[in-house]
T-cell receptor, first 113, second 113 residues
């Protein structure tokens, strides 16, 4: 069974530029999560989808971050404009349903200069 | 709000040494508790979990017991191997039916031959 796929794996941008990350969850998984992991810290939830609806986006900085999961499968996370403090690894995870085991992708390492 | 406090690292041990990584939590209700592991260059993987008080989660020689009276979920292994070198994260279920995870900061373990 294929795992959670993410791309790109690495991205370097300058501050004020925009960037987008893509996630393809495990087939059949209804719930999708985006986490931000700053160096030396644990992952922090940014947004959670159930199918194509948002369940929790309380920690998403909505002035610059946006995410969508239009068809209830793939998802994209966008940052516009990026700030230096957005440098982190962005992790995507999926689960069969809310409360089920989460499976994580390899992450996208973003460096903002 | 809910939170997780994890023993700071890095932890360096010799092969076959005993491992303990401390984890305590603050939560309302009765969340599930998890240990995730991140091997170098790989994504987060679920190591073990416990869903209620006095439950013991175990996997690959690692164990952790859900202690409600001390609000702890310490990770232990009787004899570590070089291949156990990784970053270990304690996490708790965010509560309700949403299933989001709240992570500790992680503990880096290095095992020397």
């Amino acid at each position: 069974e294929a795992g959670v796929a993410q791309s790109p794996r690495y991205k370097i941008i300058e501050k004020r530029q925009s960037v987008a990350f893509w996630c393809n969850p495990i087939s059949g998984h209804a719930t999708l999560y985006w986490y931000q992991q700053i160096l030396g810290q644990g992952p922090k939830l940014l947004i959670q989808f159930q199918n194509n609806g948002v369940v929790d986006d309380s920690q998403l900085p909505k002035d610059r971050f946006s995410a969508e999961r239009l068809k209830g499968v793939d998802s994209t996370l966008k940052i516009q404009p990026a700030k230096l403090e957005d440098s982190a690894v962005y992790l995507c995870a999926s689960s069969f349903g809310q409360g089920h085991e989460q499976y994580f992708g390899p992450g996208t390492r973003l460096t903002v200069t | 709000g809910n939170s997780v406090t994890q023993m700071e690292g890095p932890v360096t041990l010799s092969e076959e040494a005993f491992l303990t990584i401390n984890c305590t939590y603050t939560a309302t209700g009765y969340p599930s508790l998890f240990w995730y592991v991140q091997y170098p260059g790989e994504g987060l993987q679920l190591l073990l979990k416990a869903t209620k008080a006095d439950d013991k989660g175990s996997n690959k020689g690692f164990e952790a017991t859900y202690r409600k009276e001390t609000t702890s979920f310490h990770l232990e292994k009787g004899s570590v191997q070089v291949s156990d070198s990784a970053v270990y994260f304690c996490a708790l279920g965010g509560g309700g039916s949403q299933g989001n995870l709240i992570f500790g900061k992680g503990t880096k373990l290095s095992v020397k031959p």
